[in-house]
Structures are given as C-alpha cells and as structure tokens.
C-alpha cells in the first residue's frame, strides 16, 4: 500500500511562491497518475492538479492554472506543486493523492491520500 507524505507548506504573503512536495513510499509511483487537492476552512475538498504516469500530460483546475505547476520525479516517487502568485484564496491544506480509476478532477477517483500540507497566504 502506497504511503505519500507531503511538505512544503508554510505562512507566506500575497504574491509568493512555495514548493510543495509528495514523496510515496511501499510503492513507486511510475505508472500511478497522481493529483493534488485542497481544502479550505468550510469548504469542501477541491481538485487542484493531477499529472498523468505518461509524462506532460497535466491539468489544472481554472483557479490556479497559468500559477501552479505540478511536476513528478517517478526515480525519486515525487511529486511536487509549484505556486507561484499566490493568493489569499489559496489558504488551505493541501493533499496529494494516488489516482486509482475514473475522473481525475473527483476525489473519490484516488485511493490513496497523504496527510497533509497547510498553507496560509497573508494578504
């Protein structure tokens, strides 16, 4: 069973950038899509960006794209979410997750989930 942690958040101001990443551990992550998610304080869990196991094939929910970049480092089971520009609307804790089967943008499409990565943007 795949293990993924996440790190990276942090406390930053209007306009920053930040790296987070997701290492998987009990299983590489070669041919495992993987997705990045979010979830602000009352709201529910959003999609935020999933990556393909073929390499360039990405996508991005339309509040982050042209900011965000998510990447993967399948030698290293990495996966990382680059924000650039952020906002005070990007506060919340963020989740990667393994892709199992059906929609990517659909938590309910992932069978694994880290624990976490919060991020605070100050305006």
């Known amino acids: 069973q795949v293990q993924l942690v996440e790190s990276g958040g942090g406390l930053v101001q209007a306009g920053d950038s930040l790296r987070l990443s997701c290492v998987s551990s009990?299983?590489?992550?070669?041919?495992?899509?993987m997705g990045w998610f979010r979830e602000a304080p009352g709201k529910e869990r959003e999609f935020v960006a999933y990556?393909?196991?073929?390499?360039?094939?990405?996508y991005y929910s339309d509040s982050v794209k042209g900011r965000f970049t998510i990447t993967r480092d399948d030698a290293r089971s990495t996966v990382y979410l680059q924000m650039n520009n952020l906002k005070p609307e990007d506060t919340a804790v963020y989740y990667c997750?393994?892709?199992?089967?059906?929609?990517?943008?659909?938590?309910?499409?992932?069978?694994?989930w880290g624990h976490g990565t919060r991020v605070t943007v100050s305006s």
């Open positions: 997750a393994s892709h199992h089967y059906g929609t990517y943008s659909y938590s309910s499409s992932y069978d694994s």
């Open positions: 009990g299983r590489a992550i070669g041919y495992t899509s």
């Open positions: 990556a393909h196991w073929m390499q360039g094939r990405t």
